[in-house]
Nanobody, 127 residues
């Protein structure tokens, strides 16, 4: 079964850190671009960060720049999102998505071209 599973979310105080993991099963992430997205209550899904299949290019949304780091470990079939200096506005459900390299219509910041999605992990930043 092809699936992505996110983990690592939780409740953290402002200024704290979390590391999210996105593990693929049933397929290899080696040839996939992977993105992290989040959705806050009452808001549309927002692209947070993407990493390309060769780990050459990383994109960050404005809210993530300087605080979040995306990385991948193909040996573990996993993509990570290290989140530091968390703010209450970072609260939401975080999803990962995978887009086959060279696939048509891939636009990271618009979440287009992603063929597989996880179920999400809740991140709550609150004192």
């Amino acid at each position: 079964q092809v699936q992505l599973v996110e983990s690592g979310g939780g409740l953290v105080q402002p200024g704290g850190s979390l590391r999210l993991s996105c593990v693929a099963s049933g397929f290899s992430l080696d040839h996939y671009n992977v993105g992290w997205f989040r959705q806050a209550p009452g808001k549309e899904r927002e692209a947070v960060s993407c990493i390309d299949s060769s780990d050459d290019m990383r994109w960050y949304g404005d809210s993530a720049k300087g605080r979040f780091t995306i990385s991948r470990d193909n040996a573990k079939n996993t993509v990570y999102l290290q989140m530091n200096s968390l703010k209450p506005e970072d609260t939401g459900v975080y999803f990962c998505g995978a887009a086959l390299e060279g696939g048509g219509g891939y636009v990271c910041y618009e979440g287009r071209g992603f063929s597989s999605w996880g179920q999400g992990t809740q991140v709550t930043v609150s004192s």
